[in-house]
T-cell receptor, first 114, second 114 residues
Framework: AQSVTQLGSHVSVSEGALVLLRCNYS??????LFWYVQYPNQGLQLLLK??????LVKGINGFEAEFKKSETSFHLTKPSAHMSDAAEYFCAVSEDNQGGKLIFGQGTELSVKP | EAQVTQNPRYLITVTGKKLTVTCSQNMNHEYMSWYRQDPGLGLRQIYYSMNVEVTDKGDVPEGYKVSRKEKRNFPLILESPSPNQTSLYFC?????????????FGPGTRLTVT
């Protein structure tokens, strides 16, 4: 069965510092992987997705993630944090190539200190 | 504007009083889903639909019903709500058929059952 684990329910960084949010998955077949962001009182917005093309995926707002099959990981990074990056981030996996079902991680809340 | 809409956005009700949360998308998407979001648990899928008149259970379907009579609408029905259904609910849609893999989320409905 598929599952997603996000390490750290809360991450705090200083403005300008590297952002690293960790995601590990389990899947019996090559997965499709996603990172979503949720700003306060809003729905989820897609940051980036991996669909078996390039292993380094670039997303919106300067975020990127690297698919590492050997480590079953899909960590999210951003070189320099901005105050506006404060939000909750969700990693998700799908074995369904039609986007019908997503399995989400528990979420990581990112705080950015001035 | 392409979007997923949900109504109501906020709802407070009492145990046992039937309620319906509506969901509509204007993108002609085939797939639609309902998720609930609870702290520390991420998002969990309640039901999904791959097309009109085709629905299937997700991971936490107990206490919920859905219907898909039209492609654009996917209402969530709580026949007899209980306090453990207090949660934040999201509707999502996806194009399906391998065109795109991500899901597009509505703004959410915060439900409180007393």
């Amino acid at each position: 069965a598929q599952s997603v684990t996000q390490l750290g329910s809360h991450v705090s960084v200083s403005e300008g510092a590297l952002v690293l949010l960790r995601c590990n998955y389990s899947s019996s077949v090559p997965p499709y992987l996603f990172w979503y962001v949720q700003y306060p009182n809003q729905g989820l917005q897609l940051l980036l997705k991996y669909t078996s093309a390039a292993t380094l995926v670039k997303g919106i707002n300067g975020f990127e993630a690297e698919f590492k099959k050997s480590e079953t990981s899909f960590h999210l990074t951003k070189p320099s944090a901005h105050m506006s990056d404060a939000a909750e981030y969700f990693c998700a996996v799908s074995e369904d190539n039609q986007g019908g079902k997503l399995i989400f991680g528990q979420g990581t809340e990112l705080s950015v200190k001035p | 504007e392409a979007q997923v809409t949900q109504n109501p956005r906020y709802l407070i009700t009492v145990t046992g009083k039937k309620l319906t949360v509506t969901c509509s998308q204007n993108m002609n998407h085939e797939y639609m889903s309902w998720y609930r979001q609870d702290p520390g648990l991420g998002l969990r899928q309640i039901y999904y639909s791959m097309n009109v008149e085709v629905t299937d259970k997700g991971d936490v379907p107990e206490g919920y019903k859905v219907s898909r009579k039209e492609k654009r609408n996917f209402p969530l029905i709580l026949e007899s709500p209980s306090p453990n259904q207090t949660s934040l609910y999201f509707c999502a849609s996806s194009p399906g058929t391998g065109v795109s893999y991500e899901q597009y989320f509505g703004p959410g409905t915060r439900l409180t059952v007393t």
